[in-house]
């Protein structure tokens, strides 16, 4: 579906009667917004690249002069440049799936037997990543103490002052930094 044109090159998690949309801005300014549902029915065939550089080139992105309106991917009538995939797919999914073997990764994504759709495998990860944060925010807060507030905060740009993260992801992101986890 084509919506009007927007100056953003990406929006996610919109709702819409179908469930959540994500949208992207191909090089000529069309705006594709896309379902969770569609982006699980696209079929994209298995591609090597190895012996066709130039074809993985002239599909990479749809702004250059390299681009010539051709892609494995198809939306909506429209030749999908490569460089929109992370827009239409997450990765986290695929990220997960790869850490372990397939056996396991279905068994952790089944239920009575039966596969979890895309959409579920993604909101068990992000509840599951809620979780971790919540509990690395607690535990930066409980090993830091007095020195929590110095160590987790960021300068805001609107007022140029100091301003302490009390969101656990934020907080959950700087401890791995600075634990190098």
């Given at each position: 579906s084509n919506a009007a044109s927007s100056n953003?090159?990406?929006a996610a998690s919109k709702t819409s009667s179908s469930g959540a949309t994500r949208?992207?801005?191909?090089g000529d300014n069309t705006i594709i917004t896309v379902t969770a549902n569609e982006v699980q029915s696209l079929s994209i065939p298995a591609t090597?690249?190895?012996e066709d550089i130039d074809r993985l080139n002239a599909m990479w992105d749809d702004t250059s002069s390299y681009g010539k309106n051709d892609?494995?991917?198809?939306i909506c009538d429209h030749a999908i440049?490569?460089?929109y995939l992370p827009d239409i797919f997450k990765k986290k999914c695929v990220v997960h799936y790869r850490q372990s073997t397939p056996d396991e990764f279905w068994a952790k994504f089944s239920k009575d037997g039966r596969k979890l759709?895309?959409?579920a495998i993604c909101a068990r990860?992000?509840?599951e990543r809620k979780s971790t944060d919540k509990e690395l925010a607690e535990q930066a807060r409980q090993e830091y103490g007095s020195e929590f507030e110095?160590?987790?905060r960021y300068r805001c740009s609107r007022t140029n002052t100091w301003v302490v993260m009390t969101k656990d992801s934020s907080i959950a992101k700087e401890y791995k930094h600075i634990r190098n986890l």
């Open positions: 953003s090159t990406s949208s992207f801005k191909l090597s690249f190895a892609s494995i991917v198809k440049a490569l460089v759709s895309y959409t990860l992000r509840n110095g160590k987790f």
